[in-house]
């Protein structure tokens, strides 16, 4: 059985930080790019991060730029999200998520394999 674990959610202050982890089993996804997603109440769900498979190729949502590093561990089937200057903004369920190619992708509908979601409550 498949499975994407996220850990690391909580509530945090603005100007804070969090680091996520997504744990893989089942299977490994060291040949296909990762991403993270995210959704906030009332909202649609959107793309975050993304990283290609080795490591060498990542793209960010603007409003993340400079705050938020996604990097991976294909060594541990991991794949990770540090968070910087947290804004109330941030607030969401946080998704990990393997794509079904190796280069990074920026579009939901390019992954195949989801996790539950861990919560990332940021106050003011």
């Known amino acids: 059985q498949v499975q994407l674990v996220e850990s690391g959610g909580g509530l945090v202050q603005a100007g804070g930080s969090l680091r996520l982890s997504c744990a893989a089993s089942g299977r490994t996804f060291s040949s296909v790019a990762m991403g993270w997603f995210r959704q906030a109440p009332g909202k649609e769900r959107e793309f975050v991060a993304t990283?290609?498979?080795?490591?060498?190729?990542?793209y960010y949502e603007d409003s993340v730029k400079g705050r938020f590093r996604i990097s991976r561990d294909n060594a541990k089937n991991t794949v990770s999200l540090q968070m910087n200057r947290l804004k109330p903004e941030d607030t969401a369920v946080y998704y990990c998520a393997a794509a079904q190619w190796a280069t990074v992708t920026i579009q939901s509908h390019w992954y195949d394999y989801w996790g539950q979601g861990t919560q990332v409550t940021v106050s003011s």
């Open positions: 990283i290609s498979w080795n490591g060498d190729s990542t």
